[in-house]
C-alpha cells in the first residue's frame, strides 16, 4: 500500500458518501458497507476485511434478472427485504395493513449519524411507498471488537392498526465465493447444552430455533461461518441475538453461493398490534467478522459482552468465590443445617453464600410453594435474618434462590388469582415439573412480585439472587387481554419485557445487586438476559467430562467471569470411577467458581485441598474472568480426551493454561502444549499451581508459542493441571 493510500484509508467510525448516498462502517480490522439504488432500495455493498475507502465499493444496483424464477429483487442483497412484491428469499418483516394488504415496499427517507449506548450509530430510515408505516434500521459500531449491532424499529405514523407478523432484527449477506464454506452451531438438551456443532453449508436452508419463550436448551441464538478456519486462524462471520425469548435463525444458500442471515423474534405464533403512533423494536442482532479463528471471534465477543453488555458496577469487579447449599440439602432446608454449612463454607475461603430452593413455605417438595416469596417460619422461626447476620459474621455475601415466573397449583398465589397464568378457558393448564407459568405480562403480576421481591433484598441484606426458571411457556392465552381489543400473540414478547422490567426495577432500588441467570441450566443465557444479569448458570450437569464439552461450547459467546460453574460430589458414577477432587475443581476454575457439595460430607483432608485450589483461582480470577481466551485443545475435536485453554492479559505479560486429559489407556506421554499470544522475545517464569514442591522454569514466548511445554500430567487418566505464566 502506497503512502497515499495508506492516507486516504478511513479511520475506524461511521463514514457517509454523499454522491454514492452509501455509508461505510470501518471497524478496526472489519468494514460493513450499505448504500442506496436509484430506486430507494437499501442493499448491502460489502462486509469483510477493512477496505481504504469508497473508491473501492461496488455501486448499489439491483442484479440483473437469470429468470423469471430467479427474479432480481430476489437475488439482491437487500438489507431488510419485507413480505412483498418479488421476493422469495430471506424475509425480515411482514405486516397486515387495515385494509387487508400483506405486503410491504420499504424505500429510504433519510439517514442521521449519532451515539447510542456508548457507540456510533448510524439510523437509516425507511418508509412504505403507499401506507403510513415507517421501519428505522439502526447500526451500532463496536470499533474494537470487529462487530456491528443492528436492530429495527416499527412505527405505525397512521390513524389504523397495522399488525406486525414478522419483525426479525436483521438479514446479513457473505461474499458470494468458490470456497465451500462451513456452519458452526450450538445444539443440546436438559444437561447437555451448547454443544458444537459443524456442518459443510450447501445450496439449502438451515433454521434453528426457539419456541419455548425462552432460547432454550436445544439450541443457541449464535452462528459462525467459516472458510477453511481453525481455532488460530482463518476468516470467521459470527453472531448472536440478545433475545430471552423464543429466536429465530435462518441460514440460506443458494447454489451459486451467496448465503443470507436472518434472524430475530421468532415469527411462530408472533404478532403485534401498532395502533397510532405506536413502534415496536426489535432486540439486538450482534454479528462481526474476525480473520483469526474461532479463538477470534470469541475475543471479540467476550470484550464485547464485558465493556457493552453487563451491568455496571459489578463488570469491574472479581466474581465471587459461591457456595450453594442445594446439592447438600435439597428441600430440607432449616437455619441450623445452612449455618452449619455457612460455617463449613467460610473455612475454604469462600465469598459468596446462597441458599437455594426450600426456605418459602410448603417446600418440602417440588409440588407446592411457588408464588409465596415469603419466609418459612416453621424452618425459620427466627426469620431468615439471624442466618444472614452469621454468614455475614463469616466475612460472606448472602444470595438466595428464587423463581418469580413460576407457580405451583398448591401455593397461596395460585389459589387467590388462579387467572394470573398463561391459559385458555376451555383447555387444561398443562403443568411441568408440577408448575405453571405466571403471566408477568401483566403489570399487576409485575407489582407483586416487586413488592414481594424488593423487600426480601433489601431486608435481609441481600447480596445475590439466583433467578431460576424451570419450565416453557404452554396455552399462551389472556382471554382479559383479547376481550380489550388486544392480541394474545403479543404474549411471548411481553413476558420477556416483563421480565426485564422486573430485573431492572430490583436493580435500580439495589445497584449492588448480582443477578445469576438459571432456567434449569442454561435455557436463559442470552445477551439479552445478560444486560441485566451478571453471570448465568451454563447446565445442570456438573460431571467435569460433560463440562469440558458444555463450557467450550458456551465459551463461543461468554467471558469467564459470566460463567457459574460448581465443584460437586455428582455425578453418581464416581461410585465406579472417581474423579479427583482436584480435576474437579480444575474444571471448574474456568469459569466463575462455586462450590455445590455437601461440605459437611468432607474429609479433613478434601477441604484442605479445596483450601490449595480456591486459594490458587483468586490468585489467577482476574485472567481467567477477564483475560483473552485461547482454546489450545478443543474436547470437542479430541472426542473428549484431552482439552487446553490459555487466559492471557491483554498485554501479553501474564498468563494461565488449564490442561486435562480425561483418559490414558496406552500410558502415552504427552505432546507438548504449544501457547497463543505471548511476547516471542520475552521471558516467562512457569509454576505448576497446588504444586509448591514443583520447581518453576523460564522459558521465552517463542519457544512457548512454538516448541511448546511438556506438561506435567503423568500417565494417569483424569489429570490435569494449571500453568501459572508471568513475564521477568
Not at 403 to 410: A, C, G, K, L, Y
Amino acid at each position: 500500500m502506497s503512502a497515499n493510500q495508506f492516507t486516504d484509508m478511513l479511520a475506524p467510525g461511521i463514514h457517509r458518501h454523499s454522491d454514492k448516498n452509501s455509508w461505510m462502517l470501518v471497524t478496526k480490522h472489519s468494514t460493513y458497507a450499505v448504500g442506496i439504488t436509484s430506486e430507494g432500495l437499501l442493499l448491502q455493498l460489502y462486509w469483510g476485511t477493512r477496505l481504504p475507502n469508497f473508491a473501492d465499493l461496488p455501486e448499489a444496483q439491483i442484479p440483473h434478472e437469470r429468470s423469471s424464477h430467479d427474479v432480481a429483487l430476489t437475488l439482491a442483497r437487500e438489507e431488510f427485504p419485507a413480505f412483498g412484491g418479488l421476493r422469495y428469499g430471506e424475509l425480515a418483516a411482514e405486516a397486515l395493513f387495515a385494509d387487508g394488504t400483506r405486503d410491504m415496499d420499504l424505500r429510504y427517507q433519510d439517514a442521521e449519524i449519532g451515539e447510542r449506548q456508548g457507540l456510533p450509530e448510524l439510523r437509516l430510515h425507511l418508509r412504505d411507498a403507499i401506507y403510513p408505516f415507517e421501519v428505522i434500521l439502526s447500526y451500532r459500531v463496536d470499533s474494537e471488537n470487529d462487530l456491528i449491532i443492528r436492530s429495527a424499529s416499527f412505527t405505525n405514523t397512521g390513524k389504523e392498526p397495522i399488525v406486525l407478523k414478522k419483525a426479525f432484527s436483521a438479514v446479513w449477506h457473505l461474499p458470494q465465493q468458490f470456497e465451500q464454506r462451513r456452519l458452526t452451531t450450538l445444539a443440546g438438551q436438559w444437561a447437555q447444552e451448547t454443544l458444537v456443532q459443524q456442518r459443510p453449508i450447501v445450496a439449502d436452508t438451515v433454521q434453528i430455533e426457539s419456541r419455548k419463550g425462552i432460547p432454550g436448551s436445544n439450541a443457541y441464538p449464535w452462528f459462525a461461518i467459516d472458510t477453511q478456519a481453525n481455532e488460530h486462524q482463518g476468516e470467521v462471520y459470527f453472531g448472536t441475538i440478545a433475545w430471552s425469548g423464543s429466536w429465530n435463525l435462518r441460514v440460506s444458500t443458494r447454489v451459486s453461493g451467496e448465503t443470507a442471515i436472518a434472524g430475530g423474534i421468532n415469527e411462530h405464533d408472533f404478532a403485534w398490534i401498532l395502533t397510532a403512533n405506536q413502534s415496536f423494536e426489535t432486540p439486538d442482532f450482534i454479528a462481526g467478522f474476525a480473520r483469526n479463528g474461532f479463538n477470534g471471534t470469541r475475543q471479540r465477543m467476550h470484550r464485547y459482552v464485558r465493556e457493552h453488555v453487563l451491568p455496571q458496577p459489578q463488570a469491574n469487579q472479581p466474581r465471587p468465590v459461591l457456595y450453594n447449599s442445594w446439592e447438600a440439602t435439597t428441600f430440607d432446608v432449616t437455619e441450623e443445617g445452612q449455618s452449619k454449612l455457612a460455617e463449613r463454607a467460610a473455612t475454604l475461603g469462600v465469598e459468596l453464600f446462597v441458599i437455594d430452593d426450600g426456605w418459602f413455605p410448603a417446600r418440602i417438595h417440588d409440588r407446592a410453594g411457588l408464588g409465596d416469596w415469603r419466609v418459612d417460619p416453621q424452618k425459620f422461626p427466627r426469620g431468615l435474618r439471624p442466618l444472614v447476620e452469621r454468614v455475614h459474621e463469616l466475612g460472606m455475601q448472602f444470595g438466595i434462590w428464587v423463581e418469580p415466573e413460576m407457580v405451583n397449583p398448591d401455593s397461596d398465589l395460585y389459589r387467590a388469582h388462579p387467572d394470573w397464568i398463561y391459559y385458555f378457558p376451555e383447555r387444561p393448564r398443562s403443568e411441568a415439573r408440577n408448575q405453571l407459568v405466571l403471566n408477568v405480562g401483566r403489570k399487576d403480576v409485575q407489582e407483586y412480585l416487586i413488592g414481594l421481591l424488593d423487600p426480601l433484598i433489601g431486608d435481609h441484606g441481600v447480596s445475590f439472587i439466583k433467578w431460576d426458571m424451570n419450565r416453557p411457556l404452554s396455552e399462551p392465552g389472556w382471554p382479559e387481554y383479547v376481550q380489550s381489543g388486544h392480541d394474545a400473540r403479543e404474549i411471548w414478547v411481553r413476558h420477556v419485557q416483563g421480565v426485564y422490567t422486573i430485573m431492572d426495577t430490583l436493580r435500580a432500588r439495589h445497584p449492588q445487586l448480582s443477578i445469576e441467570s438459571c432456567s434449569g441450566g442454561g435455557s436463559r443465557a442470552d445477551l439479552g438476559i445478560l444486560t441485566r444479569t451478571d453471570q448465568v448458570w451454563s447446565s445442570d450437569n456438573t460431571h467435569p467430562d460433560a463440562r469440558l464439552f458444555i463450557q467450550e461450547g458456551i465459551s463461543h459467546i461468554l467471558p469467564g467471569r459470566t460463567m457459574g460453574a460448581w465443584v460437586t460430589d455428582t455425578p453418581s458414577d464416581r461410585v465406579w470411577n472417581e474423579i479427583p477432587l482436584r480435576y474437579r475443581f480444575h474444571v471448574s476454575m474456568m469459569g466463575m467458581l462455586g462450590i455445590g457439595g455437601h461440605l459437611l460430607h468432607w474429609s479433613d483432608e478434601d477441604m484442605a485441598e479445596a483450601r490449595i485450589w480456591i486459594d490458587a483461582y483468586k490468585q489467577i480470577r482476574h485472567i481467567v474472568q477477564d483475560g483473552e481466551q485461547h482454546w489450545l485443545v478443543s474436547p470437542t475435536a479430541s472426542q473428549g480426551t484431552w482439552a487446553a485453554v490459555e487466559c492471557l492479559t491483554p498485554d501479553a505479560r501474564e498468563a494461565v493454561a488449564f490442561a486435562y486429559r480425561r483418559t490414558n489407556p496406552f500410558w502415552n506421554t504427552t505432546p507438548p502444549l504449544r501457547f497463543q499470544g505471548l511476547q516471542p522475545d520475552a521471558r516467562y517464569r512457569i509454576k505448576t499451581m497446588g504444586q509448591s514442591e514443583t520447581p518453576a522454569i523460564e522459558l521465552s514466548g517463542a519457544t512457548l508459542m512454538h516448541q511448546g511445554l511438556t506438561l506435567p500430567l503423568g500417565r494417569s487418566s483424569y489429570a490435569s493441571c494449571i500453568l501459572h505464566i508471568q513475564q521477568i
